[in-house]
């Protein structure tokens, strides 16, 4: 039997006040096909289990075995801990206007119009701004997702002895991902996804197996930290493996008993626990095998000449290939409801297919111009999920007490502030260091 209860600082958001008393949001929403727990938990971990694990030695790597361990639950709980304040904002905001579910964006909107008045002037500003960043934070995906399967094709054609540059293997994905990506009905790549999982999983076992293969030494250099400089870069790399923003929302929203996702002891806490677990293990093992010869993708170190390892580079490749037009949907569909509403009927069909295409391209030309999978990771992961996942659900919470129901001490301000800070100290100096790497390759 699960406790579920809010954390510390949020268990008074499941009340409100008198007129909010009665009205229950999660009785309202219309959900066709909602998802059981275990359905949520698969997704949950399948949402989190990608390209960003493979990436997590080489952030091990910058802090040092000791140091990446205290780092990693640091960021974790504190991320785990924003995300649960923004889906009971969410709920509060809900019980207020008597609505089912309320998107992200519009919460945003609807939090900073009751919040301080020196804040109600961005209240419309804010919800543009919350979608730019999804769809940038998505974008980066991509773009991620073009460098990687770029570098994994690469080494294995070039110990066949087909040499090309990553540039070229990057202009070789550009027809089959934009085909790819002008397939409109999701149920269509619902069999991609299928394939997807299940290559996953495979290729998590195969570059496990080489991780444990041989022993492995422990020396005081790989406990230690190499550079200050490396900590935001760290934050970054561990805030774009562990965060999915879109993906949370969305499973709490389908799930069939919302109230099990949060909580001390809810889904969500567990899911990431599970997570927090499996980076650990993968981070630390895969420093101590390649120590500081570790690649920004596991994948990269794996041996050239081994039929195995080739398979898991392939296999990766393969996943990574077809979830890209899904994590491209979630932009699409953003820009396109916004985009559709202002144009004739007639015009909507080519227009349709042409944002399709040009979401393929800006990715495309961005990973063209600066093919280097790690300072892109640590790169989006501070920009955009540094305000997602952070400064967002902390002004919103707020705005969301205004003007007296703060706690004793104004505690729920003095939290968001804190959390305020502490969010744009990762974007600030994540999104310095990246780029400094990024221009540096």
């Known amino acids: 039997m699960f406790i579920y209860e809010f954390m510390a600082g949020i268990v008074e958001t499941i009340t409100g006040g008198d007129d909010e008393e ?30 960003g694990i493979l990436a997590m030695p080489d952030a091990v790597c910058r802090l040092g075995i ?23 904002a969410q709920y509060q905001l809900c019980k207020r206007w008597r609505r089912g579910y309320i998107a992200y964006p519009k919460s945003m909107r609807l939090a900073l119009q009751d919040g ?26 991509c773009v991620i997702y073009f460098v990687f399967v770029a570098e994994n094709l690469k080494q294995v054609c070039d110990y066949y002895g087909l040499e090309l540059s990553i540039r070229i293997h990057l202009s070789c994905l550009l027809a089959p991902l934009t085909v790819l990506n002008l397939v409109k009905d999701l149920k269509l790549l619902t069999p ?36 200050y400089e490396d900590i935001p870069v760290f934050i970054g790399i561990t805030l774009f493996a562990l965060e999915a923003v879109g993906v949370v929302l969305a499973l709490e929203y389908n799930m069939e008993h919302p109230r099990q996702f949060v909580g001390l002891f809810g889904l969500f806490n567990i899911g990431m626990a599970i997570i927090c677990l ?41 996943a990574i290939f077809l979830s890209f037009p899904l994590q491209n949907f979630v932009g699409y569909n953003i820009m396109w409801r916004k985009i559709k509403k202002k144009i004739n009927p007639s015009r909507q069909c080519p227009i349709d297919y042409t944002l399709r295409v040009v979401l393929v391209i800006i990715p495309w030309l961005l990973a063209v111009a600066a093919p280097h999978l790690g300072p892109f990771i640590a790169l989006f992961g501070a920009l955009c999920l540094s305000l997602l996942a952070m400064v967002f659900p902390a002004v919103m919470d707020a705005c969301l007490w205004y ?19 502490v969010g744009m100290l990762c974007l600030v100096s994540g999104v310095y260091t990246s780029m400094l790497e990024i221009v540096e390759s």
């Open 22 to 51: 009665t009205y229950e949001p999660h009785a309202h929403r219309k959900v066709e096909k909602p998802t059981s727990y275990s359905d949520t938990m698969i997704h949950l971990l399948k949402g989190s289990i990608g390209a």
């Open 66 to 88: 000791m140091y990446s361990i205290i780092g990693l639950l640091l960021v974790c709980i504190f991320a785990t801990y924003c995300i649960q304040l923004l889906i009971a």
């Open 116 to 141: 301080p008045p020196c804040m109600r002037w961005a209240a419309g500003m804010s919800y543009y701004f919350v979608d730019v960043t999804l769809v940038t934070w998505q974008l980066g995906i």
């Open 192 to 227: 991609l996804s299928t394939i997807s999982n299940v290559v996953t999983v495979f290729g998590l076992i195969l570059v496990f197996f080489y991780l444990v293969e041989d022993d492995v030494t422990l020396e005081d250099e790989k406990l230690q930290m190499k550079r």
């Open 278 to 318: 499996l980076y650990l293990l993968v981070g630390v093992f895969g420093y101590l095998k390649f120590g500081n010869e570790v690649e920004a993708s596991i994948t990269l170190n794996l041996p050239f000449n081994q039929k195995k390892a080739q398979v898991a580079k392939v296999t990766f490749a393969l």
């Open 403 to 421: 003007p007296d129901r703060y706690g004793l001490c104004h505690y729920k301000l003095l939290r968001d502030i804190v959390i305020i800070i």
